[in-house]
């Protein structure tokens, strides 16, 4: 993303100017025309000009937790009274994130000058995500903004508590990796060069252990930079394989299928889908409309085609639950309780529910993958210990023989 000073005049023919972050002129001119503007001129900034502090800014990280906390303290705000121009303000000048506080202010900026909410997050996409901008279109329709903004905060807040379990829980079998790794490096590279010269000067054959582990110690001392290369050049081409629409969505059906992994991301993209769609039907946006903002927002291949056909036959006149069955991606307790929401009426409910029942078996699923895991791992690590000192002290033990007689 790249950032573009623009002019241009709005429907009342005022002079607007402002920052927008796109990919290039291209983007923003067509940006600004769905916004209703007529574009006088799109430059870069100068860079010459620039100094050190705002070139580094761009680098800066955004967590998460900023945009909950500024939703929260937005919401609260604009519940207690305060316009929203006083209330960007108030938060731009408690923001310690210094990035976040510049996006901050060119919001406000582009509020004060006469555009909507909506319209001025829209030009930061990578900081303000499609759902949180279409979250905040039904609020300044609704004039539910503050109801919005708590729902937007407590959704990303759920979102986050899951992946911290999910890297918390694989924290420890990824340290026993990393150790596993180092000592093995550590006896190929620093400890088996030195008994080469003993096992050659002996002239005994070696036992294939031996072999097997001297060989790779060779291999790695000597071609190391050719690992690493290969790895180098294996990533990159499956990185543009899977950028390809075909190979995208061979590797996403992979994801769902592999044993105990595939089961706990299923688990995490459905809870995901549920709660979002919960989210945006709860604060009256149209199924359609709600469907289509979650496609945007979801990055399983398999799951976002399910959800394309899902909308599209709802778009044709189908019930609402008859296309999930459809699917087959949903369980079958997913699928009672759209219908139940369908014939009711509360929907929103009853997937929030859905979302609520998936949060203690992502759990559950998380604990019953680590206690996996890690005696797998420990268990590894020691097979490969043990062949590394069996393959040492073979020979050693036949060389004492030889001493002997």
Known sequence: MTTFIYKARNQQGELVSGTMEMENEQSIGSNLDKLGYSVLEITRPNRYFVSFGDWFLRFQRLDKQELIVFSRQLATLIKSGMPLLPS??????????????????????????????????????????????????????????????????????????????????????????????????????????????????????????????????????????????????CGFYFRRYIQTVRGRRRFHRLLLKIPVFGELYTKIQIARFARTLSTLTGTGVPILQALMTVEKTITNTVLREAVEGIRAAISAGSSVVEPFKASGFFPPMVIQMISIGEKSGKLDEMLEEVAGFYDPEIEYTIKNLTSLLEPFMLLCMGLMVAFIALSVLLPIFNLMKVFRT
């Open 88 to 233: 960007l303000s108030t938060i731009c000048d408690q923001t310690t994130n210094r990035r976040f506080r510049v996006i901050i202010e060119d919001v406000r900026q582009s509020v004060q000058e006469g555009e909507s909410f909506s319209d001025s997050l829209v030009k930061h996409p990578t900081v303000f995500p499609e759902l949180f901008v279409s979250m905040v279109r039904v609020g300044e329709a609704g004039g539910i903004m503050d109801d919005v903004l708590n729902r937007l905060a407590l959704l990303s807040t759920q979102e986050m508590e899951i992946y911290s379990r999910i890297r918390s829980a694989m924290t420890y079998p990824i340290v026993l990796m990393v150790i596993a790794f180092v000592i093995v490096n550590f006896i190929m590279v620093g400890v088996l060069p030195k008994f080469v010269t003993v096992f050659n000067a002996s002239k005994a054959q070696l036992p294939l252990p031996t072999q097997i582990v001297l060989g790779m110690s060779w291999v790695i001392r000597n071609f190391w930079w050719a690992i690493l290369l290969g790895l180098a050049v």
